[in-house]
């Protein structure tokens, strides 16, 4: 049942941009905020007790070659990964460099539900308002509706994917820590950016505070 989840919460982001269809992703801001605050402190509470419980100096590299995968990745998805595009699309041009970009971050991160299923509650909150704002900036480009749909499809199987290839490749505990290290790296990079990039000029204010210390919160409790 894990599995279906990080695909049916892309596929309702889509429904959700192409129904609504805003002229702005600045309301957007508050819910990205939580999501980031929830995936920061999932990663916090479950992965980073489990992978350091038996330290290793090596497991530290992984999470900063992590970071340094997901700095790589964003430059030519153009930050999506975290709610925001930047792209010029030709019509009819599939955009394989965000799409290669995009489908990688997607299956890494599903490699550490397979140990940790309270994870899986924080990639779907994480998911769905990215999955609006590219939804949206594809909805207002040239791009074909079947190269759209393409696209949709295969980044919402991506994550279950990624699952899948744990469940049945990962298996070794050895193995899992390392690449759970690296998902760490990956998650720290991104749920921080979130948080400082859904304000604008970097600044808190009241209703973001709030909204974070409900992310935090409720991962802690999950």
Known sequence: ML???????VVAG???AKIILPKSSGHFRLLLAFSGSFLLALTIFNLLPDVFKDYKPMYGWFVLFGIFIQIVLEFFSKGAEHGHVHLHLEK???????FASLSLHSLME?????QHHGMIWGIVIHKFPVAIILSLFFL????????????????????PLG??????????TFLQKYFSALVIGIFLHI????????TEGHKFNLAKLIVVLCGFLLAYFI
Do not use: C, Q
Not at 92 to 98: D, V
Not at 110 to 114: E, L, Y
Not at 140 to 159: D, V
């Open 140 to 159: 207002k480009s040239s791009l074909h509706r079947s190269t759209i749909f393409i696209f949709i499809t295969a980044f919402a199987l991506m994550t």
């Open 14 to 16: 889509f429904w959700a």
């Open 110 to 114: 599903g490699i550490p539900v397979s």
């Open 92 to 98: 009819n041009a599939f955009p394989w460099l965000l």
């Open 191 to 198: 749920s921080t950016t979130i948080l400082f990039e859904t």
């Open 3 to 9: 599995y279906i989840w990080p695909f049916l919460t």
């Open 163 to 172: 699952m899948l290839l744990s469940d049945f490749w990962l298996t070794n």
